[in-house]
């Protein structure tokens, strides 16, 4: 008697939207952490309009790179430090991979110090309980729920970015002079406008970014039915590609329109009444409810912890993604904790350490400026190693970069790259 198989099950359509927005969405909402709200607070209290010309300036060269992170993913089936470890110097990919974790950890110290800060000035308490208490949520989450659970979690707390649009339209901004900003800007040489322009970039183009999109792109490929690393199916190619492109362009295009949107806010306001330094995304926070009104200051300081709580998980997770690969653990959200002990001890323990800067008399909360600042230099390396290793076919096969792809990469490795020697030229001549 012949069996007839049933058919095959209907995958869903990979048309809609939401289906497409994987890791360049989270990747790209989580770029505008309370450490870039900090940052881009300041650039708009200091400078006014004068620097959202950065936002416009680093799009392509954001997404270029992303994208070249995406693709190193899902081609060799392995992140950025498992490539590292396998195709470069032990002394290449420890250095890489220890600058990646002393600029996560201070990162994720700010952030918590931000998000406790913010809940305080909301509904007043004991800011260093809220620190903790949003570092265990966060490790939680990150450690034991189920990785497709909590990918939808992260998407729907990229909707928090939108607080920082409400506040632009609720103060009076006159949208004129910012597009003359914008097109015709007053540059400087001045040492703390470099420093500026090198905090923007380095919030923006952030070597954690890099890691956690990689690593992405290769957990949503093992979590894919019928899905593996392009050098051994390229078949799947053309729609693994179009996906990535659609998926990173998209979600730049979020992080870089949020972050004009604080400028913009902070320049209307704070600058605007001479309030003109920002330490930290709470004490904009605090200023706006004295310039701004109650509601803009609870938007704002709201918008802190929604967007604390989407990026705590991705600097822990790519801190944990480079140790792991570069140690040969099982490393992976999917992955039961049993299965990768290693793997999130270490997001539990830099979650840990970050919590633990806020109690020392070193103020992590005060590091968030020059946490940006640190992301800049570190990620000059990074991205030179990256650009080396996407272009070599040992590595990529016949999915090396296009020309254009590439051109834009070492554009914005160079860019980089002189931005950092401008600022150290202009502080220690």
Known sequence: MNIIPPPPAKQPKQSKLIQVMGPGLITGASDDDPSGIATYSQVGAQFGYNLAWTLLFSFPLMTAIQEISARIGRVTGFGIAGNLRRHYPVWLSSGIVSLLLLANIINLGADLGAMGAALKLLISGPDLFYVCLFGLLSAALEIFTRYARYVKILK??????????????????????????????????????????????????????????????????????????????????????????????????????????????????????????IQTSADAAEALRAVAGRFTFVVFAAGIIGTGLLTLPVLSGSAAYALGELFSWHVGLARRPYRAKAFYAVIATATAIGVGLNFTAIDPVKALYWSAVLNGIVAVPVMMTMMSLSMRSAIMGKFTLPRLLQAVGWVATIVMAATVAAMAIAWFP
């Open 156 to 277: 729907w707390l990229c909707l928090s970015l939108f607080s920082y649009v409400i506040c632009a339209f609720v103060v009076t901004v006159p949208w004129t002079e910012v597009g003359w900003a914008v097109i015709w800007p007053q540059l400087s040489g001045k040492p703390d406008y470099l420093m500026a322009v090198v905090a923007v970039l380095g919030t923006t183009i952030s070597p954690y970014l890099f890691f956690w999109q990689a690593e992405q792109e290769v957990e949503d490929e093992k979590e894919m039915p019928g899905a593996r690393p392009l050098i051994r199916a390229p078949e799947q190619a053309s729609s693994a590609f179009a996906r990535i492109r659609i998926d990173t362009y998209l979600g730049m295009a979020l992080s870089n329109v949020i972050a004009f949107f604080i400028v913009v806010t902070t320049a209307a306001t704070l600058h605007a009444n001479g309030i003109n330094n």
